[in-house]
């Protein structure tokens, strides 16, 4: 009877074993496509992936990780997504672009990809400096949940606190000395400066010192790694973006500058594997941006009528 029974346990342990066999392997089929790849070392904008640095490579969820920044985990998602590439120019208006309250920074990003389900990399470095009594850099974009490191690397203490954007309610980090540095890990979720959304425009935060009140920062906060930041350049008045690796899709393509807003606040985007789609923005006077939407809204409503 117990060698019945024994036979009986294998058979359940082969069985339930086999099964979970087949699970990995369908698995390892479907990671050949770009969304069933989630690894948590993917940085999609240096196109690499982190996993072999801190040999964090048990974390990674993909299939394919050989535990290798060239491996064949980004070399996948390479092969499967595309490119957004484009210029941004600047209309009706000039953008200052030097000193501590320069305004060339652009934050190009993609509102929503698939739900959103792509783990912030737990290990990348993000840092914003206090030198000079400057933050450095000035404009910072992060996808919710990353850590950011705020430094003092003056010969003066230094304070970091917050302001939401849009609620005014703010967060005290503290004061510290010169040489020394503090993490705030930006979450959406469990922020005690409750982020409130408004549609079409990303979470930020302005970040501000209160001993030198002359000093000011922003921290935009996006929900997917599909975003970039360009420069505006003084001369040409214009910035050039690249988004990589973006899953085959059609997105909502849209900008966060800290004084201009998109051109019709928003641009439809179609993404193809392998290849590069253009787009070129403009970015202008809130003015011009929202007259421009308008236009485009009343030429609907006669369509319609
Ligand atoms: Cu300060």
Request: aromatic letters at 8%; proline letters at 3%; a positive charge.
């Amino acid at each position: 009877m117990k060698s019945v029974r024994y036979i009986f346990s294998i058979s359940v342990i082969v069985l339930v074993t086999g099964f979970f066999s087949m699970q990995v392997v369908s698995a390892e089929e479907a990671g050949n496509t770009a969304k069933s790849i989630v690894c948590s070392g993917i940085d999609y904008q240096n196109d690499t992936c982190l996993c072999a640095i801190e040999k964090q490579c048990e974390k990674c969820k993909c299939a394919n990780c050989t535990g290798s920044s060239e491996g064949q985990c980004i070399t996948a998602i390479r092969q499967a997504s595309g490119t957004i590439t484009g210029s941004i120019g600047v209309f009706k208006t000039k953008v200052k672009t030097k000193g501590p309250k320069s305004y060339k920074d652009v934050v190009v990003y993609l509102e929503k990809v698939g739900d959103n389900d792509f783990p912030p990399v737990s290990i990348k470095e993000v840092r914003m400096d206090q030198k000079g009594l400057v933050f450095i850099p000035h404009v910072i974009a992060i996808q919710n949940g990353t850590n950011v490191e705020f430094l003092n690397n003056d010969n003066d203490k230094h304070n970091v606190y917050f302001i939401n954007d849009k609620s005014g309610k703010t967060k005290d980090l503290g004061t510290w000395q010169p040489g020394e540095s503090r993490d705030h890990m930006f979450d959406k979720k469990i922020e005690v400066v409750r982020v409130t959304a408004i549609v079409g425009e990303p979470d930020t935060m302005i970040v501000l010192c209160k001993l030198h009140l002359e000093m000011a920062a922003y921290v935009v906060i996006l929900d997917n790694p599909f975003f970039t930041m360009a420069s505006i350049d003084s001369e040409t008045q214009k910035a050039q973006y690249t988004i990589k690796n973006v899953p085959p899709g059609k997105y909502v393509l849209r900008t966060w500058h800290k004084k201009l807003k998109l051109m019709g606040l928003k641009k439809e985007v179609v993404v193809e594997a392998g290849k590069k789609t253009t787009v070129d923005l403009e970015i202008t006077k809130k003015k011009y941006a929202n007259i421009n939407l308008e236009v485009t809204k009343s030429k609907y409503a006669k369509k319609k009528g």
